[in-house]
Antibody
Framework: EVYLVESGGGLVKPGGSLRLSCAAS????????MNWVRQAPGKGLEWVSF???????????YYADSVKGRFTISRDNAKNSLYLQMNSLKTEDTAVYYC??????????????WGQGTTVIVSS | DIQMTQSPSSLSASVGDRVTITCRAS??????LNWYQQKPGKAPYLLIY???TLQSGVPSRFSGSGSGTDFTLTISSLQPEDFASYYC??????????FGRGTKVEIK
């Protein structure tokens, strides 16, 4: 069975930091690019960040404009884990954060496996 | 950036109804259009990828069509478990993906 399990969410003050983790199991993690997607309360889905399958310095990394310069995505293929370091958090970053597997060309790059999400609340 | 305009934002329908949801891209995205179902408190679930290919395990009452800029998700006979929100996602501009704003399907 393929699983993604996020952790690390919580309540943080504006300007604070948080590190999210996503543990993968049931598939060859190192073969798949990964994404972070978030959903603010009562709102739609927003793509946040992408990292290619490599966990070395040759990784391709992209961010949505809304988080660029504040968030850092990374992965450790030896630990089957994906991370999102979130700094300078704003109230508008309040959301459920999902990690999602990128299905690659064979699935038209759709995100085919999702975690259950972890909740981040930014409030004073 | 590629904008995805999804409509309607909500609809009311009865069990057995045929339901159609549309997504329009701000530029051609070939067939790089995917559809998701999301129930309250749950993660999105992939229904259709590549505009028209049903993900494994998805009931055949779901279908997708379109290419270029205009796409459609159709539920041929709405079932009680289909009441949920639906989102389109373009994956043409890798990896600057964009979702539609969603369609909430409610019970009439």
């Amino acid at each position: 069975e393929v699983y993604l399990v996020e952790s690390g969410g919580g309540l943080v003050k504006p300007g604070g930091s948080l590190r999210l983790s996503c543990a993968a199991s049931g598939f060859t993690f190192s073969s798949y690019p990964m994404n972070w997607v978030r959903q603010a309360p009562g709102k739609g889905l927003e793509w946040v960040s992408f990292i290619s399958s490599s966990s070395s310095s040759t990784s391709f990394i992209y961010y949505a404009d809304s988080v660029k310069g504040r968030f850092t995505i990374s992965r450790d293929n030896a630990k089957n884990s994906l991370y999102l370091q979130m700094n300078s958090l704003k109230t508008e970053d309040t959301a459920v954060y999902y990690c999602a597997r990128d299905g690659g060309q064979q699935l038209a790059y759709s995100m085919d496996v999702w975690g259950q999400g972890t909740t981040v609340i930014v409030s004073s | 950036d590629i904008q995805m305009t999804q409509s309607p934002s909500s609809l009311s329908a009865s069990v057995g109804d045929r339901v159609t949801i549309t997504c329009r891209a701000s530029q051609s995205i070939s067939n790089y259009l995917n559809w998701y179902q999301q129930k309250p408190g749950k993660a999105p679930y992939l229904l259709i990828y590549g505009a028209s290919t049903l993900q494994s395990g998805v009931p055949s009452r779901f279908s997708g069509s379109g290419s270029g800029t205009d796409f459609t998700l159709t539920i041929s006979s709405l079932q009680p478990e289909d009441f949920a929100s639906y989102y389109c996602l373009q994956t043409y501009k890798i990896p600057m993906y964009t979702f539609g704003r969603g369609t909430k399907v409610e019970i009439k």
